[in-house]
């Protein structure tokens, strides 16, 4: 008797159950997510600044999410949910651009009934030293559709049972549950994200902004839980006293003149209604000196501890986030709490 290979079948947690993992028993759902509205997947090869966030290995189920919040299988993962060698995978890639393979031309026409187009099937990139082919969640439905129901005799009652289970936008949540991944945290940098789009090459060549140069402490803002946006603007308070440090020290003298730049604020922004907003950009001679400033003065000197207390005050960020910032960036200044 020959050893078979064991069917990887996903079985969703329940409240009396651990979380997911993939076994040999299935559950069936009658009632399927809703679908994702229509976009493009875009998953071409070399994307700059696109890497893998998160990746983890459930029972042979290599699974992760990008930087752009997109979750993924592996190709051996989705080769193991469809029931087939990793092989046959591998050659829907490399056929991905033939539209005269019947089993592309179907693979394409379930993804488009998702409401997605792809230009190719997977996404490849280095990660730990290693080429990894990460199939974005929508692709890998539209597979397991064929494997489940297209395929003929070539069907695979793993790839139905498992796509029963993680239709819609359940194998998006199984992804990011699995991996740890809350997709809520993504959408905090939106806003911070759209202002650097407008404003990252607006300093002339030769000088530094303020703006560009706030990211530490907008990150650390965030990561604690900080709305950052129109009313929360910590580069202001940042150029202002840097300004003020600029004049009573007569930095000019030593590295040169300051200059205007135009800066803008996105419409989610009131502000915008003034653009362009002329703000101090300053020599790169003194980006050092600034830098030095910042965390000496600024940060570590109370300064962003005060901006901080106006802004929980106001009611515009919790305490909570307060100190969890104060934490990440001036760690040695919490003193422990006395009776």
Same mark, same amino acid.
């Given at each position: 008797?020959?050893?078979?290979?064991?069917?990887?079948?996903?079985?969703?947690?329940? @409240?009396? *159950?651990?979380? &997911? &993992?993939?076994?040999?028993?299935?559950?069936?759902?009658?009632?399927?997510?809703?679908?994702?509205?229509?976009?493009?997947?875009?998953?071409?090869?070399?994307?700059?600044?696109?890497?893998?966030?998160?990746?983890?290995?459930?029972?042979?189920?290599?699974?992760?999410? $990008?930087?752009?919040?997109?979750?993924? $299988?592996?190709?051996?993962?989705?080769?193991?949910?469809?029931?087939?060698?990793?092989?046959?995978?591998?050659?829907?890639?490399?056929?991905?651009?033939?539209?005269?393979?019947?089993?592309?031309?179907?693979? !394409?026409?379930?993804?488009? !009934?998702?409401?997605?187009?792809?230009?190719?099937?997977?996404? &490849?990139?280095?990660?730990?030293? %290693?080429?990894?082919?990460?199939?974005?969640?929508?692709?890998?439905?539209?597979?397991?559709?064929?494997?489940?129901?297209?395929?003929?005799?070539?069907?695979?009652?793993?790839?139905?049972?498992?796509?029963?289970? $993680?239709?819609?936008?359940?194998?998006?949540?199984?992804?990011?549950?699995?991996?740890?991944?809350?997709?809520?945290?993504?959408?905090?940098?939106?806003?911070?994200? &759209?202002?650097?789009?407008?404003?990252?090459?607006?300093?002339?060549?030769?000088?530094?902004?303020?703006?560009?140069?706030?990211?530490?402490?907008?990150?650390?803002?965030?990561?604690?839980?900080?709305?950052?946006?129109? *009313?929360?603007?910590?580069?202001?308070?940042?150029?202002?006293?840097?300004?003020?440090?600029?004049?009573?020290?007569?930095?000019?003298?030593?590295?040169? @003149?300051?200059? !205007?730049?135009?800066?803008?604020?996105?419409?989610?922004?009131? %502000?915008?209604?003034?653009?362009?907003?002329?703000?101090?950009?300053?020599?790169?001679?003194?980006?050092?000196?600034?830098?030095?400033?910042?965390?000496?003065?600024?940060?570590?000197?109370?300064?962003?501890?005060?901006?901080? *207390?106006?802004?929980?005050?106001?009611?515009?960020?919790?305490?909570?986030?307060?100190?969890?910032?104060?934490?990440?960036?001036?760690?040695?200044?919490?003193?422990?709490?006395? %009776?």
């Amino acid at each position: 008797m020959t050893d078979q290979k064991k069917p990887f079948i996903f079985v969703p947690a329940t @409240s009396q *159950k651990a979380p &997911e &993992e993939i076994s040999l028993s299935a559950n069936k759902i009658s009632v399927l997510a809703p679908k994702t509205p229509s976009k493009e997947i875009t998953p071409s090869q070399g994307v700059l600044h696109l890497g893998i966030e998160l990746n983890k290995d459930v029972n042979g189920i290599g699974m992760g999410v $990008l930087s752009d919040g997109t979750p993924y $299988l592996n190709q051996r993962g989705l080769a193991a949910l469809c029931g087939v060698q990793n092989a046959h995978i591998g050659t829907i890639s490399s056929q991905w651009d033939d539209e005269d393979k019947p089993r592309i031309k179907t693979i !394409k026409s379930n993804l488009a !009934k998702a409401g997605f187009t792809s230009a190719a099937a997977h996404i &490849e990139l280095i990660h730990g030293g %290693q080429i990894q082919f990460c199939y974005p969640a929508e692709i890998c439905l539209a597979v397991l559709e064929y494997y489940a129901f297209d395929a003929g005799a070539n069907c695979q009652p793993e790839a139905r049972d498992n796509f029963r289970l $993680l239709a819609g936008s359940k194998l998006r949540e199984m992804i990011y549950s699995q991996v740890g991944y809350d997709p809520a945290h993504l959408k905090r940098f939106d806003k911070w994200h &759209e202002r650097i789009g407008l404003n990252y090459q607006s300093a002339p060549k030769g000088f530094f902004h303020v703006f560009n140069e706030a990211h530490t402490v907008v990150y650390e803002l965030i990561v604690a839980g900080a709305d950052i946006g129109e *009313k929360n603007v910590v580069d202001i308070s940042i150029g202002q006293h840097w300004s003020k440090h600029w004049t009573d020290n007569d930095l000019e003298a030593v590295y040169g @003149s300051r200059a !205007k730049y135009p800066h803008c604020y996105p419409d989610s922004h009131p %502000q915008s209604k003034s653009n362009p907003q002329e703000s101090w950009c300053y020599p790169l001679a003194a980006l050092g000196a600034y830098r030095a400033w910042l965390q000496d003065v600024y940060i570590e000197g109370g300064k962003f501890s005060t901006y901080l *207390k106006g802004k929980v005050s106001r009611g515009e960020i919790a305490p909570s986030v307060a100190q969890l910032a104060v934490t990440a960036l001036v760690p040695t200044l919490i003193a422990p709490a006395t %009776q």
